[in-house]
């Protein structure tokens, strides 16, 4: 069965802080995504990774960065975390068979 | 880049009716047209998508159609159930396997 874990479901942390998110498939797929989700604005693409050591900014990618370093595992970093930062994060990854962009289950990062 | 408008925002509809969602595209490079299903709490999931060479897929209650010429593509639920109650998002993507652009969602409620 498909796998996609994010490594919390909640985190709250305070301004300035650096904020790690892990998003780790099992699928042995390249392609992994990120997107925040907030209340109106739908599913918003931060950063996204077709294959080990490559990444694409995506449509929203101010004030935060990637890393792959491991074809499995696709990490978000807030360098810098500030409070219109708060909101739900999920990951992603493309399964191929089928066509499919499978979810993680999300982040709700909530930042003070 | 992409641009994916969707409506309405939010969609009450009485049990057994059919709901109607539209989403229109503004990039005519766009071929690959997938509507996700987020229940409450839980992951967006795929389901039911269309490619650009198709103009109407079916799947038990669920349809979507594509109208390339006018950029926008829709979807049908028919015979609407309780469970049908989520947000469903619509995407759009050059490329099947490649980023997505999603909706901002819509909320449909099942009236029992």
């Known amino acids: 069965d498909v796998k996609v874990t994010q490594s919390s479901r909640y985190l709250v942390k305070r301004t300035g802080e650096k904020v790690f998110l892990e998003c780790v498939q099992d699928?042995?797929?390249?392609?992994m995504f990120w997107y925040r989700q907030d209340p109106g604005l739908g599913l918003r693409l931060i950063y996204f990774?077709?294959?080990?050591?490559?990444?694409e900014k995506g449509d929203i990618p101010e004030g935060y960065s990637v890393s792959r370093e491991k074809k499995e595992r696709f990490s978000l970093i807030l360098e810098s975390a500030s409070t219109n930062q708060t909101s739900m994060y999920l990951c992603?990854?493309?399964?191929?068979?089928?066509?499919?962009?499978?979810f993680g289950p999300g982040t709700r990062l909530t930042v003070t | 880049g992409e641009n994916v408008e969707q409506h309405p925002s939010t969609l009450s509809v009485q049990e057994g009716d059919s709901a109607v969602i539209k989403c229109t595209y503004s990039?005519?490079?766009?071929?690959?047209f997938p509507w996700y299903k987020q229940e409450l709490g839980k992951r967006p999931q795929l389901i039911i998508d269309?490619?650009?060479?198709?103009g109407e897929k079916k799947d038990q209650r669920i349809a979507v159609t594509l109208n390339k010429t006018a950029k926008h593509f829709s979807l049908h639920i028919t015979e609407t159930q309780p469970e049908d109650s989520a947000v469903y998002f619509c995407?759009?993507?050059?490329?099947?396997?490649?980023?997505?652009?999603f909706g901002t969602g819509t909320r449909l409620t099942i009236i029992p």
């Open positions: 995407a759009a993507s050059k490329n099947g396997n490649e980023k997505l652009t």
């Open positions: 269309i490619r650009s060479n198709v």
């Open positions: 990039d005519s490079a766009s071929n690959y």
């Open positions: 990774s077709y294959d080990v050591k490559m990444k």
């Open positions: 699928m042995d797929h390249e392609n």
């Open positions: 992603a990854a493309h399964t191929g068979t089928p066509n499919e962009q499978y």
